[in-house]
């Protein structure tokens, strides 16, 4: 079994910065793929970044990039999410995710929730304007 843990989340204003970590424990081997996604209230789970197993590739939705960063310490069993120049349109809960090795660089692989066979509970992440 898989066990993933979120944290960092927290309120920031509009503009501010956060830093999410999420720890991987168990049979971690298993892992690879690694993601983050979102839930707003009242909304479905949308994909945030994701970053293949080597760490050479990452991926990002069109609504976090070039604001976001997506990292990974495979020695440390940690991935990173870098969220700078925060919305308001950002708040939500925030997943840690996953999955098995690919080695396919179609990045609908990445967006897509049953590529991760492994969530974390989640972290709420509120900007306030």
């Known amino acids: 079994q898989v066990q993933l843990v979120e944290s960092g989340g927290g309120l920031v204003q509009a503009g501010g910065s956060l830093r999410l970590s999420c720890a991987a424990s168990g049979r971690t081997f298993s892992i690879y793929t690694m993601g983050w996604f979102r839930q707003a209230p009242g909304k479905g789970r949308e994909f945030v970044a994701a970053i293949r197993w080597s760490g050479d590739s990452t991926y990002y939705a069109d609504s976090v990039k070039g604001r976001f960063t997506i990292s990974r310490d495979n020695a440390k069993k940690l991935q990173y999410l870098q969220m700078d120049s925060l919305k308001p349109e950002d708040t939500a809960v925030y997943y840690c995710?996953?999955?098995?090795?690919?080695?396919?660089?179609?990045?609908?692989?990445?967006?897509?929730?049953?590529?991760?066979?492994?969530w974390g509970q989640g972290t709420q992440v509120t900007v306030s304007s």
């Open positions: 995710a996953g999955g098995g090795r690919s080695y396919t660089s179609d990045p609908t692989y990445y967006y897509s929730n049953s590529t991760y066979a492994y």
